[in-house]
């Protein structure tokens, strides 16, 4: 037996032994097929998933390549049930190919034809193809290109598409690198997808991914669209856009509930595309308003659905998904793989944080004690009112202040869920409100008054957790969440951890993260997903209780 | 090869198949006792009586059951043969000579022929045991006459014919040598003849079947022969089919069989751990349901072929058996085997898997196929076995260490000329031998004897019927002392873990990854089960402390505190009926209550009270109080929690399955048989010349007559109750009933052929 770093275990999970010497080599040689899934402090642990391994198939990796690093890695005798596993998983990509042919337009061509038979005989497909050319090949209809991608590969018979883009509307853009350059990983990233042509690079929250996305852009110089979660998020990639590229006010253009304009680049907000009128959307024609020729998806776990319908129909646009993980609460990873594309880039966080793009981060649990007047009216609760009960109790907000007088003068973040707890500390604390019913002036105003360091602190909702750039915030006191969601957790976080220039001491900030939880309550039991999520993420992650906090011990 | 040249030189050769036997040398015995072993049991009292034995029809089948294709068609010549030297049977059949001496001495050996005066014989039985067609060796040569033509004769005969004569000649011979006269006259000369039988009668290249084969035309052996061209077949017969293999790569070969062998053994122990407190229900026929298996199958995240397997090697290494559960159902659960089976190393528990495996007739194979009834076959159930299966798997894995090390079983090409090769080593049995050498490939590989198909070198230890355990050790990674606690409150075990370590961990954590290594997790309701098992919060903070490399992450002590917080803290004893408590206020809390009165509770210590109530009281009365004790052991030791999982005894039958006690015993039966032998010889020579004793004596007598075929007086009584005698050739010996010929009857008269009941012929005189 080999001493390598990695073990790998019958259920396809990789585990990777961080303080081996060879574990750097390993990580490296593995990443592109497997799964990062969790990466604690000495063991990560990676999956194979057929995913997985057809998006290393379609960054050019063979089976033969995947097996030979699992077994020069591996410490112990490697299952030869997964090896089998392994090659044939792989082996099943590509047998069918998506093709331009000379004559015919878009055909689905494939070199086994016993595959093809068998996609054929599928109800599903048989409707969107066309006449069979010869043994061969089939034709397609171009506007069923995505939807059969993703029906084959629910099938297991993922195809490969060679049909190439269109080229859409030409208009220059350069990056405008006066003061700053794209770090080394934004370079690979853009590359990458640029030659997979199509495909989701994944990067932590506050990686700098808009960059990636404008990088994108100026190797297209064409006309794009760009999809984004609500209007805070365009008016920032909008700014980020104007500072970084040679884009002007008025190339840009923003869809949005309020304003309608469309320009060469337009940001559009996945709500308004989504708004469903009397059974159709109005707004749909978008997507044909210019003859795009990039289209930017940011924050892909959180596409809507509808959005993938329409996007099976622009699969002849290259396309850009980007996002900080491809973890998916409703588990449609494989659409994003077949709709967007495979996974073009990906680097851990802690990768990203060691080179110091992202600040470090310590994670702190907070566990107050109800008194028992709550206790009482928590266990007589409804169950559905419980975790609002636990989570809104008002022993949190001395915490939260015990929590604000430690890190006095650090510009800091209070997150919650429920507006009335909101409501109730914002008066507390005599900080300004941000929330879902605040207009985009008023939080563009206040965001804008936080990043300058005119106000230290923001009590917000959940509609600070995506893409809005507080590069200044240190401190983030989480008092509730949505039901332990570890995309939030991941986001959340993310508003942290963009790293803000030196201290004066040439020292880094370190991010600190508390989340408050009631004890033995459903919030414990919520928290402790997110704890785990931290955890896997490989944040130090401590619990403490509220006395010893305002004992003064941490 | 002395004896052989005796008979070549024509200076000796035996009266009879016993006079043969009786001057072998012990060793030389023996091999005949070891091969035909159902000789001697029971013991037979003399020579005679073996050889009497040996030319049974049953035993002849049994031991032709063991003969590779080759040596079958060399047994088949010296049939046709009738009787011959050795050069000659060298010159009918075609195959090396050397391998046709070789063959012959084992036949010499296994007494399927021996050397009469006359020459080298065939046992009369063995023409016809010998069936199966040219697969199974028979050339379909009918045996030369006795007073036969000349070849040159026959070749005249031969060249005559006309080309219609001729086929139906090769047909006859090609079809067994027998026909059916339809039409055709007998007696012609050959210019009378008009159909082609008739042609072939009047050249007397076909004859009537005489007595043996009534109402049957026959081809003499000398005839087909000369159409063979002086040999008995028409092809080579010592070439053995060769396997067809390919290199492999040596370190994925072993990888991957020593991953398997250690999954085997990981399964196994998960799957019994698993039906110690979850029995599975048995079928009213003992066998497992699908739903079980199924079932099964999940748990170990395996195929269902798999887990059938692995239930079926569980159940022959006597790991499991049915009891009744407290319902009084038949259940499948460990036997207590399975405790001793789990305190030994893995590489021995593996071996012991594997060698139950190998003597195993059990046919997982069949498992969710249907029968003829079209019932789909049950795991564990009775009927799922083949005699033919421990023989299929000896043979498979031979024949793979006849491999150059390195090489396995070409991909596609590989099992059809192991089948081939197999089939030619034992051609006779069974008709199902395809599938059973198919499925001993399978299960081979997934067992870890195999990897990519090549036998690795701890398999070829456990073909040659060795302990692979010590060599299978030295590929398995040796275990680990230690865990990696890490702060999403998993402890990874980065390989094997100690038997001891692992047990308590499994106490404390749940198992959530398993294979080379195994990944725990600590929740709170694993804390709760290992505080319920007796731990107490320091223990717990001591062994992840003590168990961990790294050190120990907050959360997972402060998880520890936390469950501990809301858990009973008190213990009682069983012997003395005592309370105590590291909690003195605890005490005399309870010792206070009002509700308490009637325990007469008593404190001896600051930490420990007593009472006057039987446990099985005092245990509720104190839940009712609101305390949650524990029970103590008279040696301090917590004895509530890990519920002990249910045993069954371990069948008592295993002792076949260890082939040293077995060949032992064996050999030590034989030494006993033979001695016997020569004190029963000593005996049988007091005893007057004919043979008068009932039973075994008189058949003995007359199966060596027929050996010898020589002639011998009867003394019978015949339907009238008289007493008769005659002279007559006994021809063969069949239920009971003796076929003879009366010496002196002419050559082709029919009715001399009559038959006896052997139990009325009281003695037999050899003339």
Known sequence: MSDGPLIVQSDKSLLLEVDHPQAADCRKAIAPFAELERSPEHIHTYRLTPLGLWNARAAGHDAEQVVDTLLTYSRYAVPHALLVDVAETMARYGRLRLEKHPTHGLVLASSDRAVLEEVLRAKKISGMLGNRLDDDTVLVHPSERGNLKQALLKLGWPAEDYAGYVDGEAHPIDLAEDGWTLRDYQRDAAESFWHGGSGVVVLPCGAGKTIVGAAAMAQARATTLILVTNTVSARQWKDELLRRTSLTEEEIGEYSGTVKEIRPVTIATYQVITTKRKGVYPHLELFDARDWGLIVYDEVHLLPAPIFRMTADLQARRRIGLTATLVREDGREGDVFSLIGPKRYDAPWKDIEAQGWIAPADCVEVRVTLPDASRMSYATAEPEERYRLAACTPEKSRVVQDLLARHAGQPTLVIGQYLEQLEELAATLEAPLITGQTTVKERQRLFDAFRSGEIGLLVVSKVANFSIDLPSAEVAIQVSGSFGSRQEEAQRLGRLLRPGDPGPDGERKVAHFYTVVARDTVDAEFAQNRQRFLAEQGYAYRIIDADELSAGQL | ?767
């Open chain 2, 1 to 767: 090869m002395g004896t052989l040249c005796c008979v070549g030189e024509g200076a000796g050769g035996y009266r009879s198949l016993a006079d043969q036997l009786r001057s072998w040398p012990d060793d030389r015995l023996h091999r005949l006792l070891t091969q035909r072993s159902d000789l001697a049991t029971p013991a037979p009292h003399d020579f005679s009586q073996l050889a009497s034995r040996a030319a049974v029809r049953n035993s002849i089948a049994r031991a032709l059951d063991g003969l590779t294709r080759g040596e079958l068609c060399v047994l088949d010549a010296l049939v046709v043969a009738g009787q011959t030297t050795p050069a000659e049977l060298v010159e009918l059949t075609w195959a090396d000579p050397a391998f046709v001496t070789t063959t012959l001495h084992r036949l010499l050996d296994l007494a399927l022929a021996w050397e009469s005066p006359e020459g080298l014989r065939a046992l009369t039985g063995v023409g016809d045991a010998l069936t199966g067609g040219s697969e199974g060796g028979a050339s379909g040569l009918r045996p030369r006459s006795v007073e036969r033509r000349s070849r040159a004769d026959i070749d005249a005969a031969l060249d005559v014919l006309e080309p219609g004569a001729r086929a139906l000649l090769e047909h006859v011979v090609d079809e067994g040598g027998a026909a059916k006269p339809g039409a055709a006259r007998l007696g012609l000369r050959p210019e009378d003849a008009e159909t082609p039988a008739e042609v072939l009668l009047a050249h007397r290249l076909l004859v009537p079947g005489g007595s043996l084969q009534p109402g049957l035309l026959v081809v003499p052996g000398e005839v087909g022969l000369a159409l063979r061209d002086g040999r008995t077949t028409t092809a080579p017969i010592d070439h053995e089919p060769v396997l067809v293999a390919e290199p492999r790569s040596p370190r994925l070969a072993l990888s991957a069989a020593v991953g398997a062998a250690a999954d085997v053994v990981r399964r196994v122990e998960n799957l019994l751990d698993w039906w110690a407190t979850r029995p599975a229900a048995a079928l009213r026929t003992t066998g497992l349901g699908v739903r079980e298996l199924r079932a099964a199958a999940v748990h170990l995240q395996v195929d269902e072929a798999e887990a059938a397997l692995l239930i079926e090697v569980t159940s022959a290494a006597g790991l499991i058996a049915t009891r009744a559960d407290a319902e009084g159902n038949q259940v499948w659960v460990p036997t207590e085997d399975f405790d001793r089976w789990r305190e030994r190393p893995p590489a021995e528990r593996w071996s012991e898997l594997a060698r139950a495996w190998l003597a195993s007739p059990r046919l997982p194979g069949l498992v969710g196929e249907r029968g003829p009834d079209q019932k789909p076959w049950n795991a564990l159930s009775p009927e799922l076995s083949a005699a033919g299966m421990p023989e299929a798997k000896a043979m498979t894995l031979a024949a793979l260490a006849g491999l150059p090390p390195g090489e396995g079983l070409a991909s596609g090409t590989g099992l059809p000329s192991l089948i081939a090769r197999i089939t030619w080593q034992r051609p006779r049995r069974p008709r199902t031998r395809p599938d059973l050498v198919a499925w001993a490939v399978a299960e081979a590989a997934r067992l870890g004897i195999t990897g990519t198909d090549v036998l690795t070198d701890y398999g070829r230890t456990l073909a040659t019927g060795d302990d692979p355990a010590p060599l299978l050790a030295t590929h398995l990674p040796a275990p680990v002392d230690h865990v990696l606690l890490q702060a999403d409150l998993t402890a990874v075990a980065p390989g094997p873990l100690e038997s001891d370590l692992a047990r308590r961990l499994h106490q404390v954590a749940d198992v959530e990854s398993r294979g080379a290594a195994t990944v725990f997790r600590f929740t709170t309701e694993s804390i709760r089960r290992a505080l319920d098992a007796g731990w107490t919060a320091a223990e717990l903070h001591a062994f992840v402390l003590a168990a961990s490399r790294t050190p120990v992450p907050q959360p997972l002590s402060y998880l520890i505190d936390d469950v501990v917080r809301g858990f009973g803290r008190l213990r009682v004893g069983v012997a003395h009926a005592f309370l105590r408590s590291e909690d003195e206020s605890a005490l005399a809390a309870l010792e206070s209550h009002p509700k308490a009165s009637s325990l007469g509770l008593q404190r001896i210590a600051p930490t420990v009270l007593v009472s006057s109530v039987p446990i099985d009281v005092l245990l509720p009365r104190l839940r009712e109080l609101g305390a949650a004790p524990v029970v103590e052991g008279p040696d301090g030791q917590i004895r509530v929690g890990v519920a002990e999982g249910l045993r069954a005894r371990a069948p008592r039958t295993r002792d076949s399955a260890d082939p040293a006690r077995v060949a032992a015993r064996h050999a030590a039966h034989l030494v006993s048989v033979i001695s016997g032998l020569r004190d029963g010889e000593e005996v049988a020579r007091s005893r007057p010349a004919s043979a008068s004793a009932p039973g075994g004596g008189v058949l003995s007598a007359l199966r060596e007559a027929i050996e010898r075929r020589g002639a011998v007086l009867i003394g019978f009584t015949d339907h009238q109750g008289v007493i008769n005698e005659r002279a007559v050739v006994p021809l063969r010996v069949e239920g009971g009933q003796l076929a003879a010929r009366d010496r002196d009857a002419e050559r082709d008269d029919p009715d001399a052929d009559r038959t006896y009941a052997v139990h009325r012929i009281s003695r037999v005189v050899p003339l």
